[in-house]
Structures are given as structure tokens and as C-alpha cells.
């Protein structure tokens, strides 16, 4: 893995397609499915995206913009984005980067809250600005990708046709420990906070998971998630931008995916699980098989197993599918592949949580006992054994160590281990099996308190999951923590069930639940014709917004 040993020393991220360029210039860095870039091209080779990031990163060296500044990226997936990204970093300025799906007032309110110097983005977005100034009363200097009208500023194509960058250009002189990005988390579960990511969290997180997936340089990967098509960039493969919506990989056609994925004799593929589960299925009914696909990659939620089994059956020999743990503060830390996890299947559908996998090299976890307030450290004594469910806490180079102005929110996801080092609470919980793998049954905020027991989700539903009629199910509480009714609501597989028929299916998962000591106590259910799920990869059951509507309910009144 690698991970810069000195502090001291310094290191731009960028440096790496650099390397990548120099290495193979001719290789195509960027395929774009999607239509056009700001010059017209589909196709982008590892020269041409040097040579425009250091023509932007000049750019901007110019002022009025200073090393660390922030700066809003608002560009769609595709040639610009990568150009844009490298071209900041070159520069030393810090991309600030939100979902887009979370909404315009709640992305606008995430973006204000990292104090921006500077906005790179396309002419909808600076508008869009304007129309909602006190969010962006910081910014000092515009980059506008198409028309630029009364802002003033640079313009993208303008800059990219400007003429050779200058030769003694050179990016900025940035450490390991400077801030590189501020990703924002989706607020699946909670507050959206902007993570500081470094220079050297991102060169470790290179190294990681060219090691974890055997990712070779050479490769051509369909990258249905842009932020971590960056990382294809940075390790010399070919990233195939697939002509799809990427705030909502749950409704993508699943044709012009796997089309894409054939066409472009793609290696490697990153899917959400719920995208996964939309091209397992449509592979499986038509009989496809990718016999160029070697690595699949699938994170953001747990998988359901028969989604992994079923699509590892349509890659070739060598294919293997990997399914990592982690958040974005901290990914990938822990990896399990389709054979462990047909292996734990049995377990998974007994209520004993997923299997996520050994820790990733460099890399150590821990399950510590359960509470929300502060920690300031825990000791060996307080490391559960194995078996037992508890809080997971992680440490090593891909671990944030901060969020962007929210000391609060910082010293809360925090704690000192008993070797000394920080570690991160990952708001998760689960627990560690003989053989080191981590199994995770649910999220911490999740889980319901009652009087006399404590409901873990993931555990629980996967009870319920097992009837042939039931497309999901998600517990949530009713009522204040230690007095919490626990009540499971069900999407069933069928859309239209009569009262008869859904009456029925209730009586048989009573049934179902009663033989499992985890889930014999929970009598409550209610029907959800569409679960709601988190923008990113439209995978995380938002129970937040279940259980405020299941204790609005008149049948629980």
C-alpha cells in the first residue's frame, strides 16, 4: 500500500496521472458515453487529460485564488470532471464536492458550509448561485463550463484552447497531511458533514484498492459512480462513463449498462447494490455472460447474497466479485467476495448480520460496547469478545480524521485506542467471528431499545427477507429509546395485495419471526408499497423516514 512515510515529504495526488501519463500517453483515460465534452470529445487519452488539467491548473495558480482555498465543483460526469478534479489539485485548491439528489436548498446549505473561494462549474450551476446568494457571499472567482454571461471569470473552453501550458508550471508543493477534497457524506442516517480527505488519504486509498481488487493498470473500468471513477485515473486504467443517471444508479436502464460494459470490453465495473441487483437480474433472465469482466465491485449498502451468487455466475473463470465495507470517511476497510459470501448465506438468512470481511491490509477494526455519547478512548479490557454485538471502531491510513468545521461532530465520531492511535466510531454495529471477519448487523442509530431486549435491523430483517413474498423489510421503534415498540414494515414483492392476501402473508411471517429468538418478540407489521432510500446509491433504507410515518399510523394508535 502506499501511503507516504514522512510527513514532511510532499506529495499532490495529481502527481499520479502525471505518472500514468508518462507512462502510457496514447492510452484512452476517459471513454464518455454520456455525449460530448466542452470540446466536443468523447474520448480523452492520458496526454490530453495532463496536458488540460495543467492548462486549468495554471489557470487558477494565477489568482486570485490561493493554495487551499475551496473551491464548489458543480460538473457532470465525464472528460471535464476529470480534467476539472486534477486541474484543482494541480493548483492546490481543495474541490468541494455534494450529491446533487440530496436536493437544492439542502446541497446549496452543505456547500455553504465549507466557506468557498471559488466555483468551477456549468452555466445552470452558477446561475443557480445567483439565485440563492448568502450561500456563496465567499466566492471570489468563477470558472463557467458553456456560456459565461454577467459573472465574470474564466471560461473553461477558453482556458483549455488557450495554448500549450507553460513548461515551468509545476503543481503545488502540498504534504501528505493537506487537505486534497471535502467530500460530503449523503446524510443517509443523519447529519450531511463535509470529510477532509488528504493527499495522502487519497495515494493510500490508491494503493488499497489497486492491492484489495487487483486492479491492474492497463484495465478499462465502467465507472457508474464518478468519485470513484478518479480512482481509475489514478491507476492508469480506462474509466467508461455509462450513459446513465448517477443520483439514481436504482432506476438505471439496465441494457444500456451492461451494453456499455460489453461494447467497451470493460475489465472492472463498481455498482451499487441496487444498480447490481438491476443488471444480475436482467443478465440472469437473458442469459448474458461478460467473460472480459474480471473484477466487480459493489458497495453503499450490504448486498443481499443472491444478488452477488447470481451475478458472479455471468463472469468469466477469473471473474471475481467483491463487496467492501467501509463509509466515507473511511472506505474500503474490510472486503469479502461472492464465494464467502455464499458461505455465510445460511448465517445472513438466521438473523447473525453480513458478512463484510477481514480488515484490509494496514488496517486494524474492533467492536467496543455500545453508547452515543462521547468517547475519549477505550482500552484492550473493553474490546468485546468474539461473538458479541457491539460498536465497530477502525484505524489506518484511509480513516478520516476530520470534518470540515464540526469540531462537535469530530470529537464525537473519535476515540483514542490502547495503542495509541485515533480511531474512528463508524456508527455501525456488529460483531467479529473467530476467523477475523466482521459481520455487521445495522446501523447504531437504528437499532431499537426496548424495556427488555435490543433490535439490531439488518439481523431482524433478514428473518422476514427469507419469505418468497417479501421484497424488503426494515424494522424500526415506536416510541421514546428504552420504550421503543419494535414494528417491522414490509414491501412485499407483489405491488397489489388485498387485504385477504396481505392479513395472510402477515400470519406467516409471524410465524417466521417466532422461530428465531431474535425476532420472536416483534408482533407489529405494517406494508410499504416503495421503500425510500439514500441518494447515493439508492441502497440504504431511509428507516428514519419509515418510522416517522409508522408512528403516524392509525393501526398503531
Given at each position: 500500500?502506499?501511503?507516504?512515510?514522512?510527513?514532511?515529504?510532499?506529495?499532490?495526488?495529481?502527481?499520479?496521472?502525471?505518472?500514468?501519463?508518462?507512462?502510457?500517453?496514447?492510452?484512452?483515460?476517459?471513454?464518455?458515453?454520456?455525449?460530448?465534452?466542452?470540446?466536443?470529445?468523447?474520448?480523452?487519452?492520458?496526454?490530453?487529460?495532463?496536458?488540460?488539467?495543467?492548462?486549468?491548473?495554471?489557470?487558477?495558480?494565477?489568482?486570485?485564488?490561493?493554495?487551499?482555498?475551496?473551491?464548489?465543483?458543480?460538473?457532470?460526469?465525464?472528460?471535464?470532471?476529470?480534467?476539472?478534479?486534477?486541474?484543482?489539485?494541480?493548483?492546490?485548491?481543495?474541490?468541494?464536492?455534494?450529491?446533487?439528489?440530496?436536493?437544492?436548498?439542502?446541497?446549496?446549505?452543505?456547500?455553504?458550509?465549507?466557506?468557498?473561494?471559488?466555483?468551477?462549474?456549468?452555466?445552470?450551476?452558477?446561475?443557480?448561485?445567483?439565485?440563492?446568494?448568502?450561500?456563496?457571499?465567499?466566492?471570489?472567482?468563477?470558472?463557467?463550463?458553456?456560456?459565461?454571461?454577467?459573472?465574470?471569470?474564466?471560461?473553461?473552453?477558453?482556458?483549455?484552447?488557450?495554448?500549450?501550458?507553460?513548461?515551468?508550471?509545476?503543481?503545488?508543493?502540498?504534504?501528505?497531511?493537506?487537505?486534497?477534497?471535502?467530500?460530503?457524506?449523503?446524510?443517509?442516517?443523519?447529519?450531511?458533514?463535509?470529510?477532509?480527505?488528504?493527499?495522502?488519504?487519497?495515494?493510500?486509498?490508491?494503493?488499497?484498492?489497486?492491492?484489495?481488487?487487483?486492479?491492474?493498470?492497463?484495465?478499462?473500468?465502467?465507472?457508474?459512480?464518478?468519485?470513484?471513477?478518479?480512482?481509475?485515473?489514478?491507476?492508469?486504467?480506462?474509466?467508461?462513463?455509462?450513459?446513465?443517471?448517477?443520483t439514481k444508479p436504482g432506476h438505471a436502464d439496465p441494457r444500456k449498462i451492461l451494453s456499455a460494459l460489453n461494447e467497451e470490453n470493460c475489465t472492472s465495473v463498481f455498482?451499487?447494490?441496487?444498480?447490481?441487483?438491476?443488471?444480475?437480474?436482467?443478465?440472469?433472465?437473458?442469459?448474458?455472460?461478460?467473460?472480459?469482466?474480471?473484477?466487480?465491485?459493489?458497495?453503499?449498502?450490504?448486498?443481499?447474497?443472491?444478488?452477488?451468487?447470481?451475478?458472479?455466475?455471468?463472469?468469466?473463470?477469473?471473474?471475481?466479485?467483491?463487496?467492501?465495507?467501509?463509509?466515507?470517511?473511511?472506505?474500503?476497510?474490510?472486503?469479502?467476495?461472492?464465494?464467502?459470501?455464499?458461505?455465510?448465506?445460511?448465517?445472513?438468512?438466521?438473523?447473525?448480520?453480513?458478512?463484510?470481511?477481514?480488515?484490509?491490509?494496514?488496517?486494524?477494526?474492533?467492536?467496543?460496547?455500545?453508547?452515543?455519547?462521547?468517547?475519549?478512548?477505550?482500552?484492550?479490557?473493553?474490546?468485546?469478545?468474539?461473538?458479541?454485538?457491539?460498536?465497530?471502531?477502525?484505524?489506518?491510513?484511509?480513516?478520516?480524521?476530520?470534518?470540515?468545521e464540526r469540531p462537535k461532530e469530530t470529537a464525537l465520531s473519535l476515540t483514542k485506542g490502547p495503542d495509541g492511535a485515533t480511531w474512528r466510531r463508524m456508527g455501525d454495529?456488529?460483531?467479529?467471528?473467530?476467523?477475523?471477519?466482521?459481520?455487521?448487523?445495522?446501523?447504531?442509530?437504528?437499532?431499537?431499545?426496548?424495556?427488555?431486549?435490543?433490535?439490531?435491523?439488518?439481523?431482524?430483517?433478514?428473518?422476514?427477507?427469507?419469505?418468497?413474498?417479501?421484497?424488503?423489510?426494515?424494522?424500526?421503534?415506536?416510541?421514546?429509546?428504552?420504550?421503543?415498540?419494535?414494528?417491522?414494515?414490509?414491501?412485499?414483492?407483489?405491488?397489489?395485495?388485498?387485504?385477504?392476501?396481505?392479513?395472510?402473508?402477515?400470519?406467516?411471517?409471524?410465524?417466521?419471526?417466532?422461530?428465531?429468538?431474535?425476532?420472536?418478540?416483534?408482533?407489529?407489521?405494517?406494508?410499504?408499497?416503495?421503500?425510500?432510500?439514500?441518494?447515493?446509491?439508492?441502497?440504504?433504507?431511509?428507516?428514519?423516514?419509515?418510522?416517522?410515518?409508522?408512528?403516524?399510523?392509525?393501526?398503531?394508535?
Amino acid at each position: 500500500m502506499d501511503n507516504p512515510a514522512n510527513p514532511n515529504e510532499t506529495f499532490n495526488i495529481s502527481s499520479l496521472l502525471t505518472e500514468a501519463a508518462k507512462d502510457g500517453p496514447e492510452r484512452v483515460a476517459v471513454i464518455n458515453r454520456r455525449g460530448p465534452d466542452s470540446l466536443g470529445r468523447s474520448r480523452l487519452t492520458y496526454a490530453q487529460l495532463e496536458r488540460d488539467s495543467t492548462a486549468l491548473g495554471q489557470a487558477l495558480s494565477q489568482g486570485p485564488l490561493e493554495v487551499g482555498d475551496r473551491v464548489v465543483v458543480m460538473v457532470p460526469p465525464g472528460p471535464d470532471f476529470f480534467i476539472v478534479i486534477f486541474g484543482l489539485f494541480k493548483a492546490g485548491l481543495v474541490p468541494v464536492m455534494v450529491d446533487p439528489g440530496m436536493g437544492l436548498k439542502r446541497m446549496f446549505l452543505c456547500l455553504s458550509e465549507s466557506k468557498p473561494k471559488g466555483l468551477v462549474g456549468v452555466t445552470m450551476g452558477h446561475m443557480a448561485t445567483l439565485l440563492m446568494p448568502k450561500y456563496f457571499a465567499g466566492i471570489k472567482h468563477r470558472v463557467t463550463l458553456g456560456p459565461k454571461l454577467f459573472w465574470g471569470g474564466q471560461g473553461f473552453k477558453k482556458i483549455l484552447t488557450g495554448g500549450a501550458p507553460a513548461e515551468g508550471f509545476r503543481p503545488a508543493r502540498t504534504l501528505p497531511g493537506d487537505a486534497a477534497a471535502i467530500l460530503f457524506t449523503s446524510g443517509a442516517t443523519g447529519l450531511a458533514k463535509g470529510t477532509i480527505y488528504t493527499h495522502g488519504m487519497f495515494r493510500a486509498q490508491v494503493g488499497l484498492i489497486r492491492d484489495t481488487f487487483d486492479m491492474a493498470k492497463g484495465g478499462i473500468d465502467l465507472a457508474t459512480f464518478p468519485l470513484f471513477s478518479l480512482f481509475s485515473t489514478a491507476l492508469g486504467l480506462t474509466a467508461v462513463i455509462p450513459n446513465m443517471n448517477p443520483t439514481k444508479p436504482g432506476h438505471a436502464d439496465p441494457r444500456k449498462i451492461l451494453s456499455a460494459l460489453n461494447e467497451e470490453n470493460c475489465t472492472s465495473v463498481f455498482a451499487s447494490p441496487a444498480l447490481l441487483a438491476r443488471l444480475s437480474a436482467y443478465a440472469t433472465e437473458n442469459k448474458l455472460t461478460f467473460k472480459n469482466l474480471k473484477r466487480v465491485i459493489s458497495a453503499g449498502a450490504p448486498i443481499p447474497p443472491q444478488v452477488a451468487l447470481d451475478f458472479s455466475q455471468t463472469m468469466g473463470p477469473d471473474g471475481r466479485l467483491f463487496t467492501p465495507y467501509g463509509a466515507t470517511e473511511a472506505m474500503p476497510l474490510t472486503s469479502v467476495e461472492a464465494a464467502d459470501i455464499a458461505g455465510a448465506k445460511g448465517m445472513t438468512e438466521q438473523g447473525f448480520g453480513m458478512c463484510v470481511g477481514k480488515p484490509v491490509a494496514g488496517h486494524k477494526m474492533a467492536v467496543i460496547p455500545i453508547s452515543d455519547g462521547p468517547l475519549g478512548s477505550f482500552g484492550e479490557n473493553q474490546i468485546l469478545p468474539m461473538g458479541e454485538v457491539g460498536e465497530f471502531v477502525a484505524t489506518g491510513p484511509v480513516v478520516a480524521l476530520n470534518y470540515f468545521e464540526r469540531p462537535k461532530e469530530t470529537a464525537l465520531s473519535l476515540t483514542k485506542g490502547p495503542d495509541g492511535a485515533t480511531w474512528r466510531r463508524m456508527g455501525d454495529l456488529g460483531w467479529q467471528d473467530a476467523q477475523g471477519r466482521m459481520w455487521f448487523c445495522g446501523r447504531k442509530s437504528q437499532r431499537v431499545v426496548c424495556d427488555k431486549a435490543v433490535y439490531f435491523t439488518v439481523s431482524c430483517e433478514a428473518i422476514f427477507n427469507n419469505h418468497p413474498r417479501v421484497r424488503r423489510s426494515a424494522l424500526v421503534g415506536v416510541g421514546p429509546a428504552g420504550q421503543a415498540k419494535p414494528v417491522m414494515i414490509i414491501e412485499p414483492a407483489q405491488k397489489r395485495l388485498s387485504p385477504k392476501a396481505w392479513a395472510e402473508l402477515v400470519e406467516e411471517l409471524k410465524a417466521l419471526g417466532r422461530i428465531n429468538p431474535r425476532t420472536k418478540a416483534i408482533a407489529s407489521f405494517l406494508r410499504y408499497r416503495n421503500f425510500p432510500v439514500d441518494i447515493r446509491h439508492n441502497a440504504k433504507i431511509n428507516r428514519e423516514r419509515l418510522a416517522a410515518w409508522a408512528t403516524a399510523h392509525p393501526d398503531l394508535k
